[in-house]
């Protein structure tokens, strides 16, 4: 863990931690906020539901894996109305996840990366007329599997809110 502290670090994460796999409940009423639409993503994504896979396939994934690391990328926003700094915040932080999985899987090949917001890797999702283009790089979010993202790092030791006029984003890399 060290190692990937370490990694963490150069990569430049505000913060992480070992996640607590036993944290790790899938739950429906997350997936039922990704059904509302309130990012717009719901259905029009591989990675997101109702395509990227079911809370029991998630869950007997997640029972094979012992260990994980959370990272987070936080920023200070001018104010609560600072949407440029959000965008921002959450295009770092993909990058930074995106670099950090790249790295860790040269160790851990079987790693479950699980990441912020809806994938983002192509400029226009495939979904649902072509398969994914990249389902090697394609990476779910912590909540299209229906992980409820404060309780996760609340039960792992870390933070989740850092203060007024602040952005975090989060994700969990499962070993």
């Excluded at 409940?25 to 990704?34: H, L, N, P, S």
């Excluded at 029009?44 to 987070?72: M, N």
């Excluded at 790693?111 to 400029?123: E, F, R, S, T």
């Amino acid at each position: 863990m060290d190692r990937l502290f370490a990694l963490c670090g150069e990569l430049g994460f505000s913060h992480y931690g070992e996640v607590n796999t036993a944290a790790l409940v899938f739950r429906q009423e997350v997936r039922d906020m990704c059904a509302s639409g309130r990012c717009g993503s719901f259905g029009k994504c591989w990675t997101c539901p109702p395509y990227c896979g079911t809370l029991e396939e998630f869950s007997r994934r997640a029972s094979a894996y012992e260990r994980g690391v959370l990272v987070q990328t936080t920023a200070v926003l001018e104010d609560a109305f600072d949407g440029e700094t959000m965008l921002a915040a959450g295009e770092a932080h993909k990058e930074r996840f995106r670099a950090f999985v790249r790295r860790v899987r040269e160790l851990f090949p079987d790693c479950w990366p699980m990441g912020a917001g809806a994938c983002g890797l192509c400029p226009s999702c495939t979904c649902p007329d072509a398969p994914c283009r990249f389902p090697e790089e394609a990476i779910p979010s912590m909540e299209a599997c229906g992980l409820l993202v404060s309780d996760v790092c609340a039960a792992s030791g870390l933070g989740y809110y850092y203060g007024p006029e602040t952005v975090t984003y989060t994700a969990c890399l499962l070993l």
